[in-house]
Structures are given as C-alpha cells and as structure tokens.
DNA sequence: ACATATTCGTCCGCGTTCCGAACGATCTCG
DNA sequence: CGAGATCGTTCGGAACGCGGACGAATATGT
C-alpha cells in the first residue's frame, strides 16, 4: 500500500542522502565532469554541489583528476571521475554448464572476469557452492592486487529466486529445488565478500545490457534471454520490474499451442519447446545432451552456428520455427507492457543473424495497428557475459544509489 | 535514463511537499485521526505534523470535527477527516453503448453518478463529446448543490490514448481513431473542469478495483476487464503500470492460437476471439449485434445470465470456453508478471459464478511447480462502474498526493 | 473535592541543508 | 598586460524537521 511513493517521511538527513546520491549519479554518468557542471545538470546550486563533492572526495568514491583543459575561456574546472581503486562489486555466476565471476568497480569497468567450464547437473549444490567459492576467492585476489576492495557480492541463477532467505526456490535446469544457495556460499567466503545477493539470471542479464551494452538508447526495454531455459528481464525507468514476489518474467512457459506437446514444467505447448536451447539444436538435428554450452567456448552452439553459415537447411528451418515462435510470444509481451525496445540475448545474440528476421517478422505481424510505433529490436552486445557483469554491476549500482553508507568508510587506499 | 529515483535535487520546499502528502495520505487512509495518532504513524513529529495540519485546514482539504472520544486516558485529541464539501474530482467514461459521469469527494465518497445508454457507434465523435459534456454539466450541477467544487476531470476510454495530447490514437469497438477528444471537450465545458486528462478504461477500472472496491487486500494485481473488448490494468505497488507509451495491459489481443482464426486487429487467434463480450454471446447462440449493453440494464449479457442460470447447455458451454482461454493466458500474464492477485472485473464480474471456475482451473494448470503460491483470483465488486468511479478517483488521488498546488486555493466553503 | 497521572497540541530554540550573492582564482583573447 | 569569462569557495539567510518544555484537557485514586 505504497502512499505517497514511500511512507517514510523526508528529513533534512534524507534529503542529503538523495541530493549525495544524485550528484554520484552524474559523475557516474558523465565523467569526467566539473563541479560546475555538475551544478548545471543537477539543479543544484554550486554551494551545495562543491559541499557533496567534498564529502564523497573524503569517502574515496570520487577523485580529483587535476586542471580540465577546456578550450572555453574562463578558469578551467578540475575534473571528477568516480575512483577506479577502492571499492568494486563482485558478481558470480552459476549456470548449468559453467561458472563465472566478475569484479566491476564503481566506473562499470570490468576489471576481472573468470570462467570456469562443467556441467552442474552432475553436481550436489554444496559442491557447487565450494567450486563457486574458490573461483570467488580467485577473483578477489586478483581485484586486490588492482588496488579495489570488494563491497558485496551478488550471484545469478537461471531459476527462481526468494529474495528474503537468498534461496533458490527452483532451478529446473539444473534440477534444483530449495536449495539455500547464500547460506551455502556464507560458509565458505570471507566476510568481507558479504552481504550475499541471489538473483535470477534472466533479471541480471538484462540489467547487464543496461550498464555493459547499448543501455543508454533503450527506454524502458525487455531483454530475452536465450539459455537452456527463455527468461525475460523487465527494466522500466532504469529499474528492474521483479513483481510481487520477484519472480517476474518468466515468459519461456508462456503457452504457444494450448493442446500442444506436454512440456517438463507441466504445462503444454510452452514457448521453450518451440525456442529454448533444447529444442533449437534438436530440430536442427544436433545431439543438445551433451555437455551443452550456452553458446560460449565450443558446444554444440558452436557447432550449430557454424552449419546456420554453411547453409544446412535443417538447421536454418529450426531457426526458423524458433524466430517465428519467439516473435508472437513476443508480441503478446509487448501487448501487454509496452517497452520501448525489446532486446535479444544470450544464445539469441549469437543466433541472430538467423533469428532475427523470421522473430521480427512475427513481432510485428502480431501488433498491428493497434499501437502508434512497434518497439526497436536490438541484439544484446554481450550475449551470454550479460548475466555476470550485471550481478557485478548491481553491487556497484547499489553503492551508487546509497552513498550514504559509505561515508565512514573513508580511509582507504 | 532516471537515475536515483528522479533526477531532481530535493529542496526544503519538496520535502515540505512529500511530507505535506505524507499526513494527508494518512488522514485519508484512517480517519478520522487525531494529530497525535498521525505523528505515529507518519514518523513525523508532533510538532511537524502540527504545522502541516495547519496548512492542511486553511487549503479546506482537512476539517476538525471536534474532540474525540477516546475511552483512554489523558486529554482527547480533536478528530481530523477529510473535507467532504470541497473539492472534489470529475469522472466521465465513454463506452460503446452508454457514457457515463460521476463525482467523488476527497475522502472517495461517490457523490453523483449518472449513466446514459446509448450507441455511440452510431454518432460522430464531435456528437459523442457534446453529448459527454452536457452529462458532465448535470453531474457538476448536482455536485454544487452538495457543497462541491470540481478540481479537474479524467475521462475513460475503450482504446490507446495518447496521454500527451489527450487523444484517443484509437478505439476499435467505436471505429476511433486519432480523435482528439481533449480538445473536442475543451470546447464545450466550462474552464473550471479543466485540466481534463484522458485515460484507458480497462486501466481505470483496475484504479476503480483499488479504491473502491477490495483494493487493500489485492496487492500488486491485474485487473481484467470483461467489455466488448478484453484488457487488464496493471498496478503495482499501488500505482498504474501504463508501459513506455501508456500503452501496457492490452491484453486482447494476445495470441491463443497462433494458426486460429482471424482477427480484426489484423492477427490470428486472439484471445478476444474466444472470450471477448460478442464472441461469448455468439457462441452461446445470441445475438451480439444488438445494442451490446456491457453488463448494465437489460441487454444481451443480462439475458445471458438468464439462460446460464436457467441451466442451457449452449450458454454453459460458451463460458466453459471462455474461462478456459481467459485462464490460459492469464496463466502467461502471471508468470510474466507475477502478481499477488487476478481480479475479474467488468462483464466477467458478472458471469463469475460460471466462468470462475473453468478459469481458474485453467489458470492453475499452466502455473505448475514454478511458483510458490498462485495468484488469488477475486471477482470485481463494482463491475462495469470501476471505469468511471476510477477515473473520478484518479482525478482526487492527484490532489491528495500534490496538496502543495493546492494550498492557496483556501478561500472556499 | 482535589491531587496525580496521562495524553494532546503548541511553542520555542537548535541543527541541518539548500540557496543566492559576492569574492578571489585562473584562464583566454586581443 | 588588461578585459572578460568561468570556476570553486565562502558567508549570511531562509525553510524545515527535531526535541524538549509547557499549558490544556481528561481519567483515576483518595
């Protein structure tokens, strides 16, 4: 019952909060940048931009770059940009096929990244847990000796997360079912890494387009994820659009055929036995049992785009189906929320040359005339390295939107 | 791209305001309530929201009425509510067979509500609003006679609108289209009513649902609304998700059948062809073409409830279809947006007790394993007047949460 | 009847924060 | 080298919320 947009009441200290947070913001955005500059684009006056400036200096957020050789006249400003040596976000990754780590600092640059290939069904969870932690451990070490200091950590699944207790509630891929995935992890990572964020892979795949790819141009967008499984990531106004109980976007059961095949999750005709990894490479007449990669390394991915290029009908036909299939289930999407763009990810970023067309083709014959202008669609730059980057880069987007917090946290270096 | 929540600097004067909001919010949600009891519960302090009160009760939009019998100890508080004879909000709907107007106060009482059945496929647009704005002429009158001011106007319509210009980009079951119905209204009502907002029915209904029906149980839900068109209003944490166009809950048309068959939208199988008002009435074996009443005074669907309560199997069967194709794609709604409640509102609230069930069998068995409780499903108490009621409501919903542009306005009684 | 406890609403002084104007610093251009 | 422009800082003023103190109004106990 949200009140006025948040029933806690605004005090002078909030106030602060908000106006610290707006100026990060805008370094954030637009370093390398000048007080002055900053004042211009945030309203604020440049009494109280120079104030902030000097807090977040003092908290090691910002740094000072020296003179700002401007060919305008006037005094040069001294230039800001957000600083690359102290604190930095830590994302992981487990998926069925593989693992990854991250480590982005506050400017969202990717400073490490790690993979590490295997299957994951064939795996208890605990065991996953301590290849995840060691794989973490590695990366953290890695950041230090850049000089960065890890604030939290946060890990993508492909399933559905509990935000409260950090549990995976179910992943049927990797035939998981309540499994507590942050208690695991806090036994075997230092404290430093905490707290331990889980979040589903398809909702942090699109956040990573937003901050790693073409996010500026998107709007309000929807990023389908292709993996084994058909996810979707809702960001409106630049957030995460998570539902009632953070389990939105589920859209790879969406029912294509009401009385068509029956699917794994219990339902029939859903739309990841028409587009999901599976179903993709047995149409095109590949063998997706084995060791099957989400397009990344060598895999049967690999294997697949490689006869797509030669020309192999059988597997030009699965695309096909795959594109057409995705495209009214997309267009039923848009129907219904109204994005501005809708982007294709994961294996679809790969596939795309293929998918597209045919995907396209059935979005828009889906939305007629009932809407002034049909949505963009965009290929995803990152692919499969989306879901990790965006982990990471919620960790640093959180201590850009609360710089509050880390005020105290000043001596560092 | 909004950075942190807004990108603008939060001044003294727009904490004032949100806090403002904040005790105006909790007078309307408890009244009546004394200062005391509104310190507690915003946070705020007794001697600011002392102050804010003061402001409240020279703009007239909060009254005293006088001490306030508390069976407990100490000095009673005086009682606040909300002013019943001040301002209040116009709302007036546009639909195939009837227009409609109605006047709520501040505290959400329905104050005058006239309806006008009518075919308005048959008139021009120009015809449609003169008629639309003598019915809001009437309204206004008899909600002067009550002691009532009117603040501004919000109108509904069965179609895409434009919220920029206030024109209807179109309206297929009234043939529309681009017809700038502000603009048409400006003209023929007095400047007081202004500014006139246009808004999507369905997502007005969803409003109405909220505020005057069992809103505070829902959650963040989606409302379907049952007309001769089918769409769904999405709120979320209370308020309207519209989409990046104003555009979202175009639930119709959603594709059921990929292959089925044609739809006037120009798409195939569309969920509208299997549920929508006239596709049950044809099925049931009943003239649809008829003056189509959406539910209200006599018309077909009344004497489609004869026939269902009267045990024909024709009629039986077509709302077995209906809430089956109803079930299965709000079965895909809900795993795309994962509500805490389905609310079946227009028509639909009124054939519940024969469609609730297929539906929500339906609707069970496309949302397996996957989440951890399913949506409830609750049937609308207002029916075809969410609409109205809802865009009245929207209209005293603004006032409340920007009683800032209101504070000069005092001088009234 | 009267004292006491309790709660309500107001008042006043204080701290935080933003704003606006003025000022010195620094650079470009002629 | 001076004029003009821009940058960042500083200082006083104003808005606002906070906290404690105070009088008002009521119930309870003796």
Redesign the pocket.
Known sequence: MAGPSGDV?????A??????ALVLDAVARHEPV???????RT????????????ELLAAHLVVEQG??????????????TLARDGLAGLGLEVNVDYLAACVVDLARRTRVQYVEVGDNRARDPAAVAELLARLAAAAVAAARSQGLTISATCVAVPGLVDQETGAVARAPNLDWSGVPLRRLLAGRVPAALTPVLVENEANLAALGELWFGDGAGLGDYVHISGEIGVGAGIVVAGELFRGAHGHAGELGHTTLEPDGAACACGGRGCLELFCGQEAILRRAGLDPAVSTSTGRADGPVSTLVGQLAAGDGQALAALEVAGRSLGVAAASLVKLLDPDTVVLGGIYAVLAPWLREPFQRALLAGIPMTRAAPPRVAISALGPDAAVRGAAGLVTASMLARPGALLSVSARA
Chains 1, 2 share one sequence.
């Not at 106030?15 to 610290?20: G, Q, S």
């Not at 000048?34 to 211009?40: D, E, H, I, N």
């Not at 309203?43 to 000097?54: E, R």
Request: aromatic residues 0%.
């Open positions: 009441p605004l005090r002078p200290r106030m602060r909060d908000r106006n610290r000048t007080r002055a500059q900053l004042a211009a309203g604020l006056t440049k009494s109280s931009v120079s104030s902030i400036v000097t003179a700002q050789r401007g060919s305008e006249l006037g005094r040069p400003g001294t230039a800001l």
